[in-house]
């Protein structure tokens, strides 16, 4: 069923409003407009199970597992080649094994494109190297067809491994789905990557074929990155086949001793065919940031991945054959991944590759008007920079077709779900969601069914059964917890690559609370299911005995006109007394860091939050380090500040801006001198 646009008036709305305004109420027909409506009514006539809301059908999602992941393997009518004997084995974590029995092939799935005719938009891509480009439902496939054979002609097969470097584009997504096809496994870094941080991910996976761009345009910056693939290339032994895409000199040769992309999609008639393969069989590895040490390998399944993208995609974002989806995110993201499985619920993708602030923070604004996308991603940093460069999005493209807007990466605050209803549309459904790269997906979001509040990730999405739990390991209910998931999810990783007994996964996951998946982050679950996220727990505040999350306090800090980003860490006392709770800011140009604006931030901190949130000390630093993905480096600059070298702090090459870590290293060391000054 193709979703209608649905409208409601907003309420509550007001700049500076607090938690918990509502801002978006579902329309009254909402069960006869939305997908999930229709699940609702299919439970009822293939099930007979009626849930009166939201809450009785996620309590019923998350106890009865084996009818809830079955309902979402039929509802979605899942091509299989063989069929399961079960749902799932057991409910033991880690080691649960789902749809046992079952083969089938995630590609299979996404190309079947459910309510698409051969002749629709399917990949509506733009970017700032090369003109636009569309590809219809016929010739994504005729695309996968031709590029899987020119894979099997390499010797590719399943279970080898292919690697991409290279942007978020169709050859990128063309590739993926071609490697699926095989039941070969896919990876890939975005091609900002340094040579060391991609070198880091696949020696341990040691692709057998690289594919690799020779350079893309950020803005109207041209970055030739023929080195870079060169010296990736020495590092990969396991290497066969490289295969280059001219991409940023579309007349440019491919590497020496490498064949063109071309070459690789030549024709053939080779028919498009699926290998069937396990449920839980791999089909990508992701990678944790990989900021300390080298990156976590993280290996997703076909199956896991395919019903967990259907139900969010379908259920929580409301995507079909009506909508054109897009979400601003590097291959070298989760939410590249999320995106791409678009196609499988029906709905067009929208690619884009270049820098989002090019020439302004309207690109993206005016890319979805030109493009007519009905559900618009991001991330909480960019919509707080749009809201803080005073950007009216709607007075500026032609933004009627948008009926959702996304945002994940980082907690939004209320001032960002206040922007987007004042400044993109009042009648958009705004979904804040918050999960990982470990599960490839969101488990807290929003749902059709619900209201929006200022401030709150709207719910707990079906099949995750996520909890907050106090120090003492019970669940808490309107308190501040660390987020855990007491019951399996399929989409849980297979395995990390090369970890044969299992014990890393188990560390990374499992150590704190035997059983029981904990996620590293601080969560308040409130008494109607509303979500507030408050930052990682490893990079938590504890001033006095009250754990603070980072997220508030930014939100205060950055609030100001002149204050741009900024960190904030606690350096605890061994002795047990308070610590000293450090401010680094990044102010806006030609701004100094004065007396009167750290009396400012002072005081706005203890009015905003409490006197425990105010710093002992306020810095001026040129940039805050983030990842390749723009997160913020709180644990390696405190590590940086007590003392660790920045080498063995942070791995740079999964850096955004490593340069950045050398003021916190003078920084420290300015401290360590003062206190020791015979040394100095």
């Known amino acids: 069923m193709a979703p209608r646009p649905m409208h409601s008036v907003v309420t509550g709305l007001r700049e500076g409003g607090t938690v918990g305004d509502v801002l978006w109420t579902p329309p009254a027909d909402v069960r006869e407009r939305s997908r999930i409506g229709d699940y609702l009514r299919w439970l009822a006539e293939h099930r007979g199970l009626e849930f009166a809301d939201y809450d009785a059908l996620w309590q019923w999602s998350v106890t009865d597992l084996p009818a809830f ?84 002609r390499l010797g590719v097969g399943k279970g080898d491994r292919v690697a991409a470097y290279a942007p978020n584009i169709p050859e990128t997504y063309v590739l993926l789905l071609a490697t699926a096809s095989l039941g070969a496994i896919f990876s890939s870094c975005a091609p900002e990557f340094g040579t060391r941080s991609v070198t880091d991910r696949w020696q341990q996976i040691e692709p057998t074929v690289l594919v690799a761009v020779d350079g893309y345009r950020y803005g109207d910056k041209p970055v030739d990155r023929r080195a870079e693939v060169a010296a990736i290339r020495a590092a990969l032994p396991s290497l066969r086949h490289t295969v280059g895409i001219a991409y940023l000199d579309p007349a440019g040769a491919p590497p020496e001793g490498a064949l063109s992309w071309g070459e690789l999609a030549a ?227 297979v395995g990390f690559w090369n970890d044969t007994d299992g014990s890393r996964y188990r560390e990374a996951y499992f150590e704190v609370y035997p059983g029981v998946w904990r996620h590293g982050d601080w969560i308040t679950i409130n008494e109607r299911g509303g979500c507030v996220i408050t930052g990682r727990s490893d990079a938590t505040l504890n001033r006095g005995g009250v754990r603070l999350g980072t997220a508030e306090f930014y939100s205060v800090v950055e609030g100001l006109d002149e204050v741009v980003d900024s960190v904030v860490v606690h350096l605890e006392d061994d002795e047990g007394g ?20 750290r009396r400012r931030i002072c005081r706005e901190l203890r009015t905003a939050l409490s006197p425990r949130h105010v710093p002992d000390e306020i810095h001026q630093v040129r940039a805050v380090p983030r990842t390749l993905s723009a997160k913020k480096l709180e644990v390696p600059v405190k590590k940086i500040l007590t003392g660790t070298p920045v080498d063995n702090a942070a791995a740079k090459g999964a850096l955004a801006n490593p340069e950045s870590l050398t003021a916190f290293a003078a920084f420290a060391q300015r401290r360590a001198d003062a206190e020791n000054p015979t040394r100095a």
């Not at 190309?111 to 399917?122: H, I, K, S, T």
């Not at 884009?352 to 493009?371: Q, S």
């Not at 680094?584 to 004065?594: H, T």
Request: glycine share 12%; hydrophobic share 40%.
């Open 267 to 493: 024709e053939t008639d080779e028919p498009l065919a699926f290998t069937p393969v396990p449920f839980d069989h791999p089909l990508y590895v992701l990678y944790s940031s990989g900021t300390t040490g080298l990156p976590k390998p993280i290996v997703h399944g076909h199956g896991g991945i395919l019903l967990e993208h259907l139900k969010m995609l379908a259920l929580h974002h409301d995507l079909g054959p009506a909508d054109r989806f897009f979400w601003f995110t590097t291959t070298g993201w989760m939410m590249w991944n999320f995106l791409v499985s678009g196609p499988a619920v029906g709905a067009a993708i929208v690619l884009f590759d270049g820098n989002p602030g090019h020439p302004d923070l309207g690109a993206l604004w005016r890319l979805a008007a030109e493009t007519g996308t009905t559900y618009f991603g991001t991330s909480a940093p960019f919509l707080l920079a749009c809201r803080k460069a005073g950007l009216v999005p709607k007075e500026s493209a032609d933004l009627s077709a948008l009926r959702g807007v996304g945002s994940t990466g980082a907690p939004l605050p209320v001032e960002g779900f206040t922007w987007v209803y004042e400044n993109v549309g009042d009648r958009l459904q705004l979904q804040s969601l918050s999960g990982g790269t470990d599960v490839c997906t969101g488990f807290v979001g929003g749902v059709p069914l619900l209201p929006v509040h200022a401030g709150e990730i709207t719910c707990r999405a079906l099949g995750a059964k996520v909890e907050a739990r106090s120090a003492d390991g019970t669940p808490v209910i309107g308190q501040l917890g660390e987020l855990v998931i007491t019951e399996p999810m399929p989409s849980m990783p």
């Open 578 to 597: 308070a610590g000293e709770l450090l401010l680094f800011v990044v102010l806006a140009e030609g701004l100094e860091l004065d007396d009167e604006l």
């Open 69 to 152: 992941w079955r309902s979402v393997w039929d509802y979605f009518d899942v091509v299989a080649h063989t069929p399961p004997t079960a749902t799932l084995t057991d409910r033991t974590m880690p080691g649960t094994r789902w749809f046992p029995g079952a083969t089938l092939n995630y590609a299979e799935n996404v190309l079947r494109m459910p309510g698409r005719g051969d002749a629709d938009p399917v990949v509506i891509a733009h970017g700032q190297t090369r003109a636009p480009e569309t590809l219809t439902a016929a010739q994504l496939r005729e695309q996968v067809r031709r590029v899987a054979a020119g894979l099997r």
